[in-house]
């Protein structure tokens, strides 16, 4: 078992709730902005960070190679933060844009005219045949 020291912080333990199995529809609601801001928040304090580092690498008696080491892995962090929050982002998105076309979808069935079916298979049949016309070869 890992020892914890006083320069890293305690793992966040994962609460005793459980995701249920399907997504509910008060999960797919669009991706509130504060998620973006605050994610933008994060990467500014990566950036001061590293701007930091690179300050301190005009002072002659620190150690280089090690403040190199740091701002490597403080990039590392931060594009595998990235990475993972853009990758959730993503996944949601998806879902929410799946979730919302199969509700725009419901709703223009119930708003179609039974007619439009009439008319849609005739405009087919209209279609498929100036399809055969032009596979036929002229002579």
Not at 24 to 33: A, F, K, M
Not at 44 to 59: I, M, N, P
Not at 114 to 139: F, G, H, I
Request: aromatic fraction near 8%; charge should be negative; glycine fraction near 2%.
């Amino acid at each position: 078992m890992a020892e914890i020291d006083g320069n890293t912080a305690p793992a966040v333990q994962p609460s005793g709730m459980h995701r249920p199995p399907t997504t509910t529809p008060s999960e797919l609601l669009p991706i509130e902005s504060t998620v973006f801001e605050t994610i933008q928040r994060v990467n500014a304090r990566f950036e001061r960070l590293l701007h930091d580092f690179r300050g301190l690498q005009t002072v002659a008696y620190f150690p280089h190679h090690k403040l190199t080491a740091w701002q490597n892995l403080l990039g590392l962090i931060q594009a595998e933060t990235n990475f993972a929050l853009s990758e959730a982002i993503r996944e949601r998105a998806e879902t929410n844009a799946l979730y919302f076309d199969r509700l725009c979808a419901r709703r223009e069935r119930e708003l179609a005219d039974p007619n439009d079916v009439l008319l849609e298979a005739e405009y087919r049949k209209q279609e498929l045949a100036e399809d055969e016309k032009q596979k036929e070869p002229a002579t």
